[in-house]
């Protein structure tokens, strides 16, 4: 059993910054990519950075020069910082980590989300 629990959505002005956090536990054995994605409302879920294991970023055209994604491989938590905040920024975040537990293939973990809203 594996849980992704996100943390550190919230309404914030444009401008503002926000700091995410998606801690990963359980029977984890390795954890290979971790990303972010999003999800505004009437629209599909999109992918917003994504880091390897060996710290390799790549980011969505919308986000990059604002937002870092980064990792700390021993609490098996990923980050998002996001910076220079915009209203279309507005969306559901979700974590993803692809987990390898003993005895099982690598497979997609999702976080149940948090909610980031950026509006004066």
């Known amino acids: 059993q594996v849980q992704l629990v996100e943390s550190g959505g919230g309404l914030v002005q444009p401008g503002g910054s926000l700091r995410l956090s998606c801690a990963a536990s359980g029977s984890i054995f390795s954890i290979n990519g971790m990303g972010w994605y999003r999800q505004a409302p009437g629209k599909q879920r999109e992918l917003v950075a994504a880091?390897?294991?060996?710290?390799?970023?790549n980011y969505a055209d919308s986000v990059k020069g604002r937002f870092t994604i980064s990792r700390d491989n021993a609490k098996n938590t990923v980050y998002l910082q996001m910076n220079s905040l915009k209203p279309e920024d507005t969306a559901v975040y979700y974590c993803n980590a692809v987990v390898t537990v003993i005895g099982f293939p690598p497979m997609d973990h999702w976080g149940k989300g948090t909610l980031v809203t950026v509006s004066s």
């Open positions: 880091i390897t294991s060996g710290g390799r970023r």
